[in-house]
């Protein structure tokens, strides 16, 4: 599992400190997503301390919330686009980070497991929002219909997903294998296979199948 150089815990994980010294909120909204992604594969990891892990994960709902009131609140009561996909994408985390818990808890691990990849999804499209020349135009083009694979970056380079993942890779090292296993669960593939198979105990060549 991907490791951060700086860890946050859920009571500082918002950023808003920062963001008042100058770094910009799609960064902070980024690190966010990250930080609960890898936090949520130690949950899985970590099966024996599970619910202390789900509480400390349920605990990043106040960074959301901080973060969201002091990003939107800058504005003085005018929205941009880039405003419309923070706001959705501060919703869908919130989503995905209670809807994992809830599947955790259930021990429904093969329907928890692919939102690992939607929430990496969130840091892709906001690190393109933070590539582009301008964050307002991208915006405008997804609302469009435009795929995020068509846009450039101020560099010129088509920001498809194996280019953010690249990109990401640069903060958070490790990133192309994260994404890689991650959409292993979201298409039909071995892990699923795995998963439903169980090879029987002092038993070469059979196994058991198992439907839950």
Known sequence: MVQ?????QP?????????????PPTYWLCRLSAVILFSWGETMNDVE???????????????????AKYVLGASEESLFPLDFLM???????LCLLRGFCDLIERHNFLSAAPLL?????NCLRILGASLAE???DFVLKMIRGTQI??????????????????KLDEKYPGMPK????????VHLSDRHIFHALQLSPGEQGKFSARIT
């Open 4 to 8: 951060l150089q700086e860890p946050l």
């Open 11 to 23: 009571e500082r994980a918002s950023g808003v400190e920062a963001i008042r010294k100058g770094e």
């Open 49 to 67: 301390n599970v619910q202390e892990a789900l509480e400390s994960l349920r605990g990043y709902r106040k960074a959301h919330l901080d973060l």
């Open 87 to 93: 706001i959705a994408a501060f919703n869908r985390s």
């Open 117 to 121: 990849r939607l929430q990496l999804d």
């Open 134 to 136: 301008n964050p307002n």
């Open 149 to 166: 694979s068509k846009l450039e970056d101020q560099s010129g380079k088509r920001m498809t997903d194996r280019y953010l993942v690249s």
């Open 178 to 185: 994260v994404y890689a296993s991650l959409s292993g669960y």
